[in-house]
T-cell receptor, first 111, second 117 residues
Framework: GEDVEQSLFLSVREGDSSVINCTYT??????LYWYKQEPGAGLQLLTY?????DMKQDQRLTVLLNKKDKHLSLRIADTQTGDSAIYFC???????????FGAGTTVTVRA | DAGVIQSPRHEVTEMGQEVTLRCKPI?????LFWYRQTMMRGLELLIY????????DSGMPEDRFSAKMPNASFSTLKIQPSEPRDSAVYFC???????????????FGAGSRLTVL
């Protein structure tokens, strides 16, 4: 199946930018997603990108996709304390329905 | 829209008891997924329904687990008998019809946290 890898932890100072990285193995992945999970809550979709795009920006969020290297990143500008959460990278593979998740990156925002 | 509704939010039960988790997908969505989240294994897909029909149940751990979708607005995940290793957060998610809004996005419920003692 699809392998999705993420670094497990990221600590960032309030006001700085956060960059969360993700790599995946299925070159035929069509859609790639970033979900946010706050403690005790479900997964909230932050943004997603179609595989024919290189970049997508949505307010403080910027997604970059490098299809050649199978690398996806999420940049959060002006990181706030409310951004502290676990961020999951997820991709839909060639079967078009199974969403494979990374292990999640725990982002801690310090004052 | 109220989103994906799951119940119960929390369940504590004793080993050997039957557990039933419920899910109401978003109205109009035709795909439904059950995921399990644990610290050790992360998020795992248990079963996927399309138009109320189970398409992929390869993630269901064993025969103690069963899932049904009797109609487009309701699904259950049952564990009988439950064991301590089933303790996890179980998420239901739904996705819309191809070509319709929400077609490419899984919307998750808030999850059901199960503790089996």
């Amino acid at each position: 199946g699809e392998d999705v890898e993420q670094s497990l932890f990221l600590s960032v100072r309030e006001g700085d930018s956060s960059v969360i990285n993700c790599t995946y193995t299925d070159s035929s992945s069509t859609y790639l997603y970033w979900y946010k999970q706050e403690p005790g809550a479900g997964l909230q979709l932050l943004t997603y990108i179609f595989s024919n795009m290189d970049m997508k920006q949505d307010q403080r969020l910027t997604v970059l996709l490098n299809k050649k290297d199978k690398h996806l990143s999420l940049r959060i500008a002006d990181t706030q304390t409310g951004d502290s959460a676990i961020y999951f990278c997820a991709v839909i593979g060639s079967n078009d329905y199974k969403l494979s998740f990374g292990a999640g990156t725990t982002v801690t925002v310090r004052a | 829209d109220a989103g994906v509704i799951q119940s119960p939010r929390h369940e504590v039960t004793e080993m050997g008891q039957e557990v039933t988790l419920r899910c109401k997908p978003i109205s109009g969505h035709n795909s439904l997924f059950w995921y399990r989240q644990t610290m050790m294994r992360g998020l795992e897909l248990l079963i996927y329904f399309n138009n109320n029909v189970p398409i992929d149940d390869s993630g269901m751990p064993e025969d103690r687990f069963s899932a049904k979708m009797p109609n487009a607005s309701f699904s259950t995940l049952k564990i009988q008998p439950s064991e301590p290793r089933d303790s996890a957060v179980y998420f239901c998610a739904s996705r819309g019809l191809a070509g319709r809004p929400g077609a490419n996005v899984l919307t998750f419920g808030a999850g059901s946290r199960l503790t089996v003692l």
